[in-house]
């Protein structure tokens, strides 16, 4: 066995390039973040080859003495913390002091920097890990920062770069996260000489718009939300446009880019039930909490966060990106484009993994803590302008409501009408009853009359007995008797509509049915079979005052745009589109 010694400086640095510096995208990355910290107001990068023959930031920042410059290439060497204290609470981009050093390990790396109160600019030319050489040359305030050949002396690393083509998105995708992260600064990227894009100064929607295009930030809702110490703001995709990939994703912890599972799901999970199969919502958003309350030293890119109270933030920002979603304008609506039509059909038809944890996480929510409002304010804006809908109001207030065809409801909303498909809604009703019920743990169970002896067949027995649990405390109440017998003795209060006699067995058929199709939860799926099932269906002929009750439970529901299959509950059409329908502009 050797003696132990302790690592020249060169290889520690080399080492460490493995974590910090994986691909030209991450020099860049860090490249920027060093521009930001010394706050520049402007960043331009450049790059050759996707970035693995050269690769250059320059800002006007505050530049750096001759002292600081050949310091900067040194390990550990950092302006950003002094003390234990400041690594509790990191307000800069960097602070391990390692990404210039680690970059001149395993490049040809030259810096250029200047600040406003010296006469000339420094050169500090470092070549693969080697002794800096000092010059002196013009140059405005700021700094610039050039890398070369990266990894011509590792070449174990170099063989793990991809096509220039590859690597040219990994630093486009860097670009784009600090340019969307920093909207009041200037940026501008060219590769291979051809200029990709130079943004001006502006608003994060500003920013969207120069990236993405216009029909993009269209497609945006805005949303802002404080709760104490922790505010989200951003933008979140309507449901009808979904994307193919997650790529589309950003996030932003106090302006740092960063990936976290968790808050990603916590997005994705508010748009359940809105998005198609496969498809995933486009969001910036901007996270801000007190950088005491998050560790952003977990990783050596600083790409990851632990937050000191991970599930309030989850639910927080589901709460928060839900509310934006409940808004009344991304109810599927009938469009001139055409694609009114398939707005409608972004309706998911998949069978939903709709749980009860999802939904008790929305519904058992506390005011107090800012989630959700329910019903009444959804209500609010769904039947804006509809006036009251409650059938003991005396008339002459109220808005109309027709059945059409026994099948749709129609009623006058605030600029426009509102289509709305009688089972559906009564389906979506009744499951968050259901739901709501079975997470608060409340059993009912009304009696019948006539307790009911059914006959089953053998498989629906045991499928009967496998479920005894589940749906004895969704209400029903039955004995087994010898053989084949089942006496019914009670139902949950949603059945009472339903054909009484069929009832359990329907639910049992309609389980059958969905748990084959469905990796959900047996409550969840018990409880859309019994919603089904009770629900009013198409043809039956309802009163004014069951149309009203309908309208209104519906708008009290916490999803109130799809069915617990994901089909459309309601649609919107608007009078600007019977407007241009009827060519009155
Ligand atoms: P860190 O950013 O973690 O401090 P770096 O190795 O990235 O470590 O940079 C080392 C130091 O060099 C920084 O702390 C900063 O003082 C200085 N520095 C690096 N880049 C710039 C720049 N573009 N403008 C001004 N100072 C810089
Ligand atoms: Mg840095």
């Known amino acids: 066995m050797p003696r132990i010694a302790i690592l020249p400086e060169h290889l520690a640095n080399r080492i460490a390039a493995g974590e910090v510096i994986q691909r030209p995208a991450s020099a860049v990355k ?11 107001t402007s960043v331009a990068v450049q790059i050759r080859d996707g970035g693995t023959s ?3 930031v320059a800002d006007n920042g505050s530049g750096m003495d001759e ?7 040194q390990r550990h060497a950092t302006s950003k913390i002094t003390s234990d204290q400041d690594l509790e609470a990191i307000v800069t981009f960097g602070f391990r002091g390692e990404a210039l050093a680690s970059m001149a390990s395993v490049a040809r790396v030259t810096l250029l920097t200047r600040r406003a109160e010296d006469a000339a600019g420094v050169v500090v030319r470092i070549d693969g890990g080697g002794e800096p050489k000092v010059s002196h040359e013009a140059r405005d305030v700021g700094t610039t920062v050039t890398v070369q050949n990266l990894f011509f002396n590792v070449p174990a690393r170099k063989k793990f770069l991809k096509s220039h083509a590859t690597e040219f998105r990994h630093v486009h995708e860097v670009l784009v996260r600090a340019a969307l992260g920093h909207p ?14 130079r943004l001006a100064p502006g608003t994060v929607a500003d920013r969207v718009r120069d990236l993405f295009g216009e029909r993009q930030l269209g497609s945006l809702l805005e949303l802002e939300e404080t709760l104490g110490p922790i505010t989200l703001r951003g933008f979140v995709g309507k449901p009808s446009f979904g994307q193919r990939n997650r790529s589309a994703q950003y996030l932003f912890l106090n302006r740092r880019p960063i990936q976290s599972r968790s808050i990603s799901y916590a997005v994705q999970k508010a748009y359940e039930h809105l998005l198609q199969e496969a498809m995933f919502p486009f969001f910036v958003l901007f996270l801000e909490i007190d950088p005491h309350r998050v560790d952003v030293n977990v990783h050596p890119s600083k790409l990851e966060a632990k937050f000191e109270d991970e599930p309030s933030v989850y639910r927080f920002i589901n709460a928060a990106v839900r509310r934006s979603l409940s808004s009344l304008d991304h109810i599927p609506s009938l469009t001139a484009s055409g694609t009114g039509d398939t707005v409608a059909l972004a309706f998911t038809r998949r069978q ?11 519904l058992n929510v506390d005011r107090a803590t800012g989630e959700i409002l329910q019903g009444a304010e959804v209500a609010g804006r769904l039947l804006a302008g509809a006036g009251p809908l409650d059938g003991e109001t005396p008339s002459g207030t109220m808005a109309p409501v027709w059945q059409l065809h026994r099948r749709y409801l129609l009623t006058p909303i605030e600029q426009g009408l509102l289509v709305a498909d009688q089972h559906v809604v009564h389906e979506r009703i009744l499951y968050e009853q259901i739901v709501r019920r ?18 089953l067949p053998a498989d629906d027995l045991s499928l009967l007995r496998e479920m005894e649990q ?6 029903f109440d039955f004995k087994f008797f010898g053989g084949n017998t089942v006496v019914v003795e009670g139902l949950p209060p949603e059945a009472a509509g339903a054909n009484q006699e069929r009832i359990l067995e329907d639910v049992l058929a309609l389980y059958r049915d969905f748990s084959v199709q469905t990796a959900s939860e047996r409550v969840d799926t018990v409880a859309k079979s019994l919603a089904c099932r009770s629900a ?20 009290a529901c916490s999803m109130p745009y799809a069915c617990p299959h994901g089909r459309p509950v309601v649609l919107r059409i608007s009078l600007e589109e019977l407007d241009r329908r009827f060519s009155r502009r």
């Open 30 to 40: 860090e490249l920027i973040e060093n521009s930001l910290d010394a706050g520049a």
């Open 54 to 56: 050269f690769l250059q």
């Open 67 to 73: 002292e600081d410059a050949i310091l900067s290439f």
């Open 184 to 197: 009041e600064r200037s940026f501008s990227f060219s590769s291979d000489g051809e200029v990709i894009f």
């Open 352 to 362: 939903h993994e709709w749980t009860d944890t999802s939904v008790g996480g929305v």
């Open 438 to 455: 079975m997470a608060g743990g409340e059993r009912v169970s009304q009696q019948l009359l006539f307790p009911l002896t059914l006959e």
């Open 470 to 475: 589940v749906l004895v405390r969704m209400g």
């Open 536 to 555: 009013v269906k198409s043809g039956d002929v309802l009163s004014e005052t069951e149309m009203r009750r309908l309208i209104a439970d519906l708008a």
